[in-house]
């Protein structure tokens, strides 16, 4: 399998991180000879090189964030390492928002000066890293300064939809996505408006909006994993008319099968 994505964990929200109820360590993106790993939450380290077949850090040509909560970005200052070989040789690039480079950053300054790139994301930048195109269309509505990922390749485009509050903007911003991949963290709409996250019903308006070919679930809650993912997508599937997964740890997604025509 020579383009693929892999869950290197499908937590969301502190209960769920915290046991490790699934692990937290992120998707790893390869294409062509280009390798990313997006949001390196608690354990992404350890589950790439637990993986099978291994998957090895130091192969890594970039690092991408979507904000800077701690599920998304605990393990960036040791991938970096990892990617740097040791903080030994300047190698490699990361993205991420502003914010996180702020107060108390989530990068350490000393790997910074190791990196051949460091980028700030902003909404709608378009940015390249050898094989590899993506864009950030929206800044989404979220606690912290926050991105989602509309990776551009030949055969169509994957898209992440990483923590919001649902907005109708999504659903122009990811638009004729070939795969979506969603964060979905809560299982039902939010009451509390302090609670910005997308729920299952909300990704269910995105995948009849944007209607990919492909969905995945991923970033559960404690209230979706209770109510069983697969399920959820089954149900999902059979209500749209579209494929809907939900994620496991581990799960890799072909991407030549997954965007041929
Ligand atoms: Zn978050």
Do not use: C
């Not at 280009?34 to 354990?43: Q, V």
């Not at 991420?96 to 480079?101: W, Y």
């Amino acid at each position: 399998m020579e383009n693929f994505i892999k869950f290197l964990g499908t937590a969301g929200a502190r209960v769920v991180v915290s046991k490790q109820l699934r692990a937290s360590g992120g998707v790893w993106i390869k294409y062509g000879d280009t390798n990313f790993h997006l949001d390196p939450g608690p354990g992404a380290l350890v589950k790439a090189l637990s993986s099978r077949p291994r998957l090895s850090p130091s192969s890594l040509d970039a690092l991408l964030l979507s904000h800077r909560h701690l599920d998304h970005s605990n393990d960036l200052n040791i991938m970096v390492e990892a990617m740097t070989e040791g903080a030994t040789r300047e190698r490699g690039a990361v993205f991420l928002p502003r914010e996180a480079l702020g107060e108390e950053p989530v990068l350490f300054s000393y790997l910074r000066d190791k990196l051949e790139n460091l980028e700030i994301l902003e909404e709608g930048g378009q940015y390249q890293w050898k094989d590899i195109s993506f864009s950030t269309p929206l800044r989404h509505l979220h606690s912290a300064e926050t991105y989602g990922f509309r990776f551009i390749f030949p055969q169509g485009d994957v898209s992440f939809i990483t923590d919001s509050l649902f907005d109708e903007k999504l659903i122009e911003a990811y638009k004729d996505s070939k795969i979506l991949v969603i964060n979905t963290v809560r299982l039902h709409r939010e009451v509390h408006p302090h609670i910005l996250h997308l729920s299952i019903p909300d990704a269910q308006v995105l995948v009849e909006n944007i209607k990919p070919r492909l969905a995945f679930l991923t970033h559960f809650g404690l209230t979706v994993l209770r109510e069983k993912p697969w399920e959820i997508a089954e149900e999902m599937s059979q209500k749209t008319g579209i494929k809907v997964i939900a994620a496991n740890d581990g799960m890799k997604i072909d991407l030549e099968e997954a965007l041929e025509d």
